[in-house]
């Protein structure tokens, strides 16, 4: 005889799916802050590269066009943490000719924070010469250090007077000053 019985597919009782439930959300609870420390690590690092990248675009654009380039806020913008632009002055014999905007970086991250650390006093901005070394507004050489932060990770863009661009980070670089060091040379 024969007969067509079906097996029996075990499941999941209320209990044991309550337990997994349970398990999965105090592995979840204890990752979250790695998981944000990541991301704010991730954020710092994109937006310092971005940022070396406009520094590098702006020092070979003031060469290249023989012109004066400026990294500077954003229009209407005090600082630097919403982003930033590359301008470069009209051209030379070109009376009454607009700033050209040759880049312009927005890092869309609400937590990314800009701190400009400078020779030159009260200015937002870094302007390079047409030999590529940054100059302030009274013409000196300028160095400047940009810390860039969000959530407690930090990075730093170091900007030499002849140009030269360097990061850093503070906790692993023994030369990288924190954000309450002094001012660059």
């Known amino acids: 005889m024969r007969t067509n019985a079906l097996p029996v597919c075990g499941g999941l009782t209320l209990a044991e799916l309550l337990a997994s439930l349970a398990i999965l ?7 979250w802050p ?10 710092v690092d994109q937006a310092v590269d971005r ?25 209407g913008r005090q600082d630097l943490d919403q982003g930033w632009q590359v301008v470069a002055a009209s051209e030379a014999g070109a009376a009454g000719a607009a700033a050209t905007v040759l880049s312009v970086v927005e890092p869309a991250a609400p937590c ?6 400078q020779t030159a006093r009260g200015s937002h901005a870094v302007r390079f010469t047409a030999v590529g070394y940054s100059r302030s507004e009274q013409g000196g050489f300028q160095a400047a250090t940009f810390s860039l932060s969000c959530r407690g990770a930090q990075r730093q863009v170091r900007l030499g007077a ?3 661009i360097r990061l850093c980070t503070p906790e692993r670089d023994s030369d990288c000053d924190a954000a309450d060091g002094p001012e660059p040379p």
């Not at 959300?25 to 990752?31: C, D, K």
């Not at 990314?112 to 650390?117: E, P």
């Open 112 to 117: 990314l924070r800009v701190a400009l650390r």
């Open 34 to 43: 790695a998981y944000t420390g990541l991301l704010a690590r991730q954020t």
């Open 162 to 164: 002849q140009g030269r």
């Open 25 to 31: 959300s105090v592995l979840a609870a204890a990752g």
């Open 51 to 75: 940022l070396a990248a406009s520094l590098a675009l702006a020092r070979s654009m003031a060469m290249a066009r023989r012109v004066d380039v400026a990294l500077q806020p954003l229009d």
